[in-house]
Nanobody
Framework: VQLQAFGGGLVQAGDSLRLSCAAS????????MGWFRQAPGKERELVAA???????HYSGSVKGRFTISRDNGKNVVNLQMNSLKAEDTAVYYC???????????????????WGKGTLVTVSS
């Protein structure tokens, strides 16, 4: 599975930004998808996940501000980020998982496939 994330950039606090990730090499609809981020000096953090069935899950730090979605026809997973804060500054990674079922903690430990990150910088 190849994953290509794009859409990062420099924005101001309070702004919105939309990340997208294009997947190839495997039937996209059979993959659980996630967005992780890693800020300088911090551990990698799972921020949002969407299952093959369309169930959406979020970390507490982004719930209510971020929305994950998928388009199985276009093999794309998106992360709409609203009300951005300086602490959202990080490199964001798209990831995919083969597991038929999985928990948030299992996904947070890591997924099977990773794309290169895209940098999001939020200025305060």
């Amino acid at each position: 599975v190849q994953l290509q994330a794009f859409g990062g950039g420099l924005v101001q606090a309070g702004d919105s930004l939309r990340l997208s990730c294009a997947a190839s090499g495997r039937t996209f609809s059979s993959l659980n998808m996630g967005w992780f981020r890693q800020a300088p000096g911090k551990e990698r953090e799972l921020v949002a996940a969407i299952t093959t069935g369309g169930s959406k899950h979020y970390s507490g730090s982004v719930k209510g501000r971020f929305t994950i979605s998928r388009d199985n026809g276009k093999n794309v997973v998106n992360l709409q980020m609203n009300s951005l804060k300086a602490e959202d500054t990080a490199v964001y990674y798209c990831a995919a998982d083969n597991r038929i079922t999985g928990s948030w903690d299992e996904y947070a430990d890591g997924m099977d496939y990773w794309g290169k990150g895209t940098l999001v910088t939020v200025s305060s």
